[in-house]
Nanobody, 123 residues
Framework: VQLVESGGGLVQAGGSLRLSCAASGRTFGINTLGWFRQAPGKEREFVAAIGWSATSTDYADSVKGRFTISRDIARNAVYLQMNSLKPEDTAVYYC?????????????????WGQGTQVTVSS
């Protein structure tokens, strides 16, 4: 499975961005998709995940109420709508996929990763 993110950029605090991730290759093996992020000098952390049916979602406490994950099964795509962005949201955002049927917050559960897209939020 190949994952390609897009939509990152520079935005002022309080602004919005929408990240996209397109999956290709052996996509029939994908059930759960997720977004993770890694800020400079910090470990990669969970942001959000969505299950196959798109009715099951999970969010990190730090983004609940501000970020929304969604997916388009027909397009093999997953999106992350980010609103009310804060400087602490600045990071490289990674799309990830797993064959697991339930959503997961654990990096180790995801076996396919994109190359990442930079999100920078200025104060």
């Amino acid at each position: 499975v190949q994952l390609v993110e897009s939509g990152g950029g520079l935005v002022q605090a309080g602004g919005s961005l929408r990240l996209s991730c397109a999956a290709s290759g052996r996509t029939f093996g994908i059930n759960t998709l997720g977004w993770f992020r890694q800020a400079p000098g910090k470990e990669r952390e969970f942001v959000a995940a969505i299950g196959w049916s798109a009715t099951s979602t999970d969010y990190a406490d730090s983004v609940k109420g501000r970020f929304t994950i969604s997916r388009d099964i027909a397009r093999n795509a997953v999106y992350l709508q980010m609103n009310s962005l804060k400087p602490e949201d600045t990071a490289v955002y990674y799309c990830a996929a797993t064959a697991m049927l339930r959503t997961s917050t654990r990096l180790a559960d995801f076996d396919s990763w994109g190359q990442g897209t930079q999100v920078t939020v200025s104060s």
